[in-house]
C-alpha cells in the first residue's frame, strides 16, 4: 500500500497546549497536505506545501517537510476545544490523485 | 467559492437493490472528481478517479461492475453501488478537482455520504 502513516493515531491535549501530528510516506511527491475532518463531515483543506519548500506557516498552523526523510509534522499551537478533530495528511506524488495517511485524532479538552 | 455537494448524506438500502450518490461542484467545472470510501476510524482509500467524459479510473482492488461511476458533465459525478450488500456500508466522499495557483491542483471535498445497508 502506498498509503502514509500518521503518528499518534490518537492525542488528548488541554486547551493552550501545542498538538504535533507527524507524517510519514512512501513514494516521492510534488506536495504535500493536511486535511482536517470533524467527526461524520467532509474533509477541510488547511494547507499545502510544495516538495521544494521546507516550512509554512498559517495562522495557528506550522508545517514542516522533509523530504530526504519522507515526513512531514503538522504543529497547531495554542489549541482550542474546537480544534478537536481528525487530521490527515495527504500526498501528491503527481497532480492526479492524493493518497492520505492514517490520522491522527485529536481531542482538546476546555 | 468551490463548493462541492453531496446527496444524499444519508441513505439506508436494503441488501440486493442499488443506489445512487450524486457529486456536484457548484461553483467551478471539474474536469475531474475523485471517489474516497471511509470505513470509521479509519482514512479515505481512493475507489476512482472520474473523469468527464471518459470512462472512470479504477483503483485496484476496487469492482468496476460493482461501484458505477458516470461524470456526465463538468459539475456532476456519480457513484452508483450496485446490488449492495451490509459490506459497502460506509462513508462515501467525493472531491473535485480544480486548477489552483502555481499550476499546482486543489481538491475539494464533498460533505460525504453515510451509506448504511441492512
Known amino acids: 500500500s502506498q498509503q502514509g502513516e500518521e503518528d499518534p493515531q490518537a492525542l488528548s491535549i488541554q486547551e493552550g497546549e501545542n498538538a504535533t501530528m507527524n507524517c510519514s510516506y512512501k513514494t516521492s511527491i510534488n506536495n504535500l497536505q493536511w486535511y482536517r475532518q470533524n467527526s461524520g463531515r467532509g474533509l477541510v483543506h488547511l494547507i499545502l506545501i510544495r516538495s521544494n519548500e521546507r516550512e509554512k506557516h498559517s495562522g495557528r498552523l506550522r508545517v514542516t517537510l522533509d523530504t530526504s526523510k519522507k515526513s512531514s509534522s503538522l504543529l497547531i499551537t495554542a489549541s482550542r476545544a474546537a480544534d478537536t478533530a481528525s487530521y490527515f495528511c495527504?500526498?501528491?506524488?503527481?497532480?492526479?490523485?492524493?493518497?492520505f495517511g492514517t490520522g491522527t485524532r485529536l481531542q482538546v479538552f476546555p | 467559492g468551490a463548493v462541492v455537494s453531496q446527496h444524499p448524506s444519508r441513505v439506508i438500502c436494503k441488501s440486493g437493490t442499488s443506489v445512487k450518490i450524486e457529486c456536484r461542484s457548484l461553483d467551478f467545472q471539474a474536469t475531474t472528481m475523485f471517489w474516497y470510501r471511509q470505513f470509521p476510524k479509519k482514512s479515505l482509500m481512493l475507489m476512482a478517479t472520474?473523469?468527464?467524459?471518459?470512462?472512470?479510473?479504477?483503483e485496484q482492488g476496487v469492482e468496476k461492475d460493482k461501484f458505477l461511476i458516470n461524470h456526465a458533465s463538468l459539475t456532476l459525478s456519480t457513484l452508483t453501488v450496485t446490488s449492495a450488500h451490509p459490506e459497502d456500508s460506509s462513508f462515501y466522499i467525493c472531491?473535485?478537482?480544480?486548477?489552483?495557483?502555481?499550476?499546482?491542483?486543489?481538491?475539494?471535498f464533498g460533505p460525504g455520504t453515510r451509506l448504511t445497508v441492512t
Open positions: 472531491s473535485a478537482r480544480r486548477p489552483g495557483t502555481s499550476g499546482s491542483y486543489e481538491q475539494y
Open positions: 472520474s473523469n468527464e467524459g471518459s470512462k472512470a479510473t479504477y
Open positions: 495527504a500526498t501528491a506524488p503527481n497532480t492526479d490523485k492524493l493518497i
